[in-house]
């Protein structure tokens, strides 16, 4: 069994409305120091796999195909022995 943590964002060209309220609104409440914000989304699956690269590989499917948008949206995969 592996875990698998993923993380999905937008891709650098794509802009971020969500991040851009956001950093306003903490420049409103004096987090001053704080220069730029980017929303994602993490998710974390369960996987049955023989192998860690079995496990990536479902997982990296699993990105390609649901989890995130391959037109403005990047992904990261980090697996976990578990």
Request: include cysteine; proline fraction near 2%.
């Amino acid at each position: 069994m592996y875990k698998a943590q993923i993380n999905v964002s937008l891709r650098r060209s794509i802009l971020d409305p969500q991040g851009k309220a956001t950093h306003h609104a903490l420049s409103q409440l004096g987090f001053d120091d704080i220069n730029h914000v980017r929303i994602g989304k993490s998710i974390e699956i369960q996987i049955e796999a023989d192998t860690e690269a079995a496990a990536e590989l479902i997982a990296r499917n699993a990105c390609e195909k649901l989890l995130a948008n391959p037109v403005t949206e990047d992904f990261e995969i980090e697996i976990v022995a578990g």
